[in-house]
């Protein structure tokens, strides 16, 4: 079985991998899905920690950037810290509320990427059933959440 530290290692490896990559969305999501298990866990290193924590703030901008116009990058901020809150809080309902939204972001990024991958691909029906899938992510204009 695998520890609570040796997923707050391989968080650290992919939020690593996803600060410096072309493509950040799915090594974030890997990092985020090692940070959930982690969190789940418990008993973790401090210093350990603090690093994912540190690379969950470093990578927002990225995958942001990476995602624009296709998530809200208010979306990805709001998540990414919830996990990083995830580690410190007392409360049971926010922890487990904190997760819950990490993980919809990690499942969002997942999805993006993959269908990104059948859209490059040559499987030309699978990129029409991609486009015209109800359940893909909505587009959102850039700018700030509040017009005024």
Do not use: W
Request: some cysteine; aromatic content about 6%.
């Amino acid at each position: 079985m695998t520890d609570g530290n040796s997923y707050l290692k391989q968080a650290i490896d992919h939020l690593g991998t996803a600060a410096v990559s072309d493509k950040a969305t799915l090594p974030c999501a890997q990092g985020l899905r090692a940070a959930i298990n982690a969190a789940g866990i418990g008993a973790l290193d401090p210093a350990l920690t603090a690093e994912v924590c540190r690379l969950l703030f470093a990578v927002a901008p990225r995958v942001a950037e990476h995602t624009a116009g296709r998530l809200a990058a208010e979306h990805i901020f709001i998540a990414l810290g919830c996990m990083a809150g995830a580690f410190s809080t007392p409360d049971r309902d926010r922890f487990v509320g904190s997760l819950t939204f990490a993980a919809l972001l990690e499942s969002e990024l997942r999805a993006l990427y993959f269908r990104d991958a059948i859209a490059a691909g040559s499987q030309m029906d699978l990129a029409i059933a991609v486009a015209r899938n109800p359940l893909t992510a909505p587009t959102f204009e850039l700018g700030p959440l509040v017009m005024h």
